[in-house]
């Protein structure tokens, strides 16, 4: 925790009450892909007061009405002028990949061997896992992320350590340990019996305390033999209430791969399909490269893909469909994958969606990507009782942010148009340096270090 210290919890006092005073943004529902000036589901509340009482959020209010009774005492912070949301939620992200973020030169399985599985090997180090979680999970907090569905190793010890670390601070968080008994190095492969073992008792210790979940983690179909996949699907199926997180046709050559690894499987999806491992907790990051039919099958199921714009172009992997998707009725979250992304900001990951999205003709609204990252994660992971908005009940996980950062962000920011004009802007210019605080569970886990209050 030394490592950073400036900006983190550790220094940071605590209080049983806030009183947040800024611009609140958030969602009722999907405002979907209509243009902007059509969009439903935006509430927005502009000079209001969001009341933090313990975890959660107590109240929400104009700030010119008074205080309810027994206010006075609480910490007032007022960012008048700022913008207050709910934190991102980033439904598939890897804490080892900090490691390797940002390497050079390889598409997705090329990557995996030459960047990858060697920065994974660390982690059987309990140091190096507890290290990496704790630094994993203020790197989230400073970029507004309060929520997310974490990928570690294949050690117990590295989903242990995001456990410890998250449950330490309340925040909600799913993850597993993860699953390859076959193509990775030694040092990297479990095997059936002690994987099923290490997952029962991580199950036993965390899944449902202090915020934690945990997700059967599948790393992908190549890397687990059809045994394994066999005991992850009778894990989903025994203990009702866990997640399920993989990943699906992502990269040609990897779809090439399971076809010739599974000859027996209607398509790639099809592996996983048949184990029983797609249901409505079900989180398959990417799936570039699925048909119709699969397309059917995650309907039918409510699973939902987690689109990861900047890893999908940093690897080269493809341009994934969202409308197409979104009108076959698949649930689509947005992501950052890290390390096949290049970026934990979600506005990166919503700019990079933007980007995808417009090469293949369709405008995504400033709207439908904040939502995406907030009550439209919430919902699919069936969590919107407790993130993803601002709403009384909810559980106080909040980001502060800066419209502005820099001159260029300062003054598009001043020349903004109207409400949409703005909030665009902010996602195309804005990232963690626009960041001025982060809550979770009612406590400020994050605090810009040049910025006061
Ligand atoms: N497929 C299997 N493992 C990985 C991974 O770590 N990152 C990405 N982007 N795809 C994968
Ligand atoms: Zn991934």
Not at 111 to 120: K, R, S
Not at 291 to 302: I, K, M, Q, T, Y
Not at 339 to 344: A, R, Y
Not at 392 to 401: I, L, N, R, S, T
Request: proline share 5%.
């Amino acid at each position: 925790m030394s490592e950073l210290p400036r900006g983190f919890s550790d220094n940071l006092p605590a209080s049983a009450r806030w009183v947040l005073r800024g611009d609140l943004l958030d969602f009722t529902a999907d405002p979907g892909f209509a243009p902007p000036a059509e969009s439903t589901g935006l509430r927005w509340r502009p000079d209001h007061v969001l009341l933090i009482d313990g975890e959660r959020i107590a109240a929400v209010q104009p700030a010119s009405d008074p205080l309810p009774p027994g206010w006075a005492q609480a910490t007032q912070i007022d960012h008048h002028g700022r913008l207050i949301l709910p934190g991102f939620i980033d439904t598939h992200v890897h804490c080892p990949q900090l490691d390797v973020i940002a390497s050079f030169g390889t598409e997705l399985l090329d990557w995996l061997n030459t960047y990858t599985f060697p920065a994974e090997l660390r982690y059987a180090d309990p140091s190096v896992a507890r290290a990496g979680a704790q630094r994993f999970l203020k790197a989230l907090w400073s970029h507004g992320t309060t929520s997310a569905v974490v990928f570690p190793t294949v050690h117990k010890i590295s989903a242990e350590a995001l456990f410890e670390a998250a449950s330490s601070h309340r925040m909600r968080l799913i993850t597993g340990k993860v699953l390859m008994d076959r193509n990775a190095p030694d040092g990297l492969r479990d095997d059936v019996a002690q994987a099923e073992r290490d997952c029962i008792e991580l199950i036993d210790r965390w899944h449902g305390r202090d915020r934690q979940a945990f997700a059967v983690t599948v790393r992908f179909a190549p890397t687990s033999s059809p045994a394994q996949l066999t005991m992850a699907g009778r894990l989903c199926q025994t203990y009702a209430g866990t997640y399920m997180q993989t990943h699906v046709a992502e990269n040609r050559d990897e779809v090439r791969w399971v076809a010739e690894l599974f000859p027996d499987a209607r398509s790639y999806l099809d592996v996983y399909d048949r184990e029983g491992l797609i249901g409505p907790r079900a989180v398959l990051a990417h799936g570039i490269w699925l048909d119709a039919n699969d397309r059917a099958v995650l309907r039918d199921r409510g699973a939902q893909i987690a689109h990861s714009p900047s890893s999908n172009l940093f690897l080269g992997s493809g341009l994934f469909d969202w409308v197409q998707a979104e009108r076959e009725g698949v649930h689509v979250s947005l992501a950052s994958d890290v390390g096949g992304g290049t970026s934990l900001s979600m506005q990166h990951n919503m700019l990079d969606a933007y980007k995808i999205q417009a090469l293949q003709g369709v405008r995504l609204s400033a709207w439908k990507a904040l939502y995406t990252a907030t009550l439209g994660a919430a919902s699919h992971l069936g969590l919107a009782h407790e993130i993803g908005r601002l709403e009384p009940g909810c559980m106080a996980d909040v980001a502060v942010w800066n419209w502005g950062h820099g001159l260029v962000g300062t003054h598009r920011d001043q020349m903004a148009r109207d409400l949409h004009d703005r909030t665009f802007a902010w996602i195309t210019l804005a990232d963690e340096r626009n960041l001025v605080a982060s809550y979770v569970a009612g406590q400020r886990v994050y605090q810009h270090p040049d910025v006061e209050n």
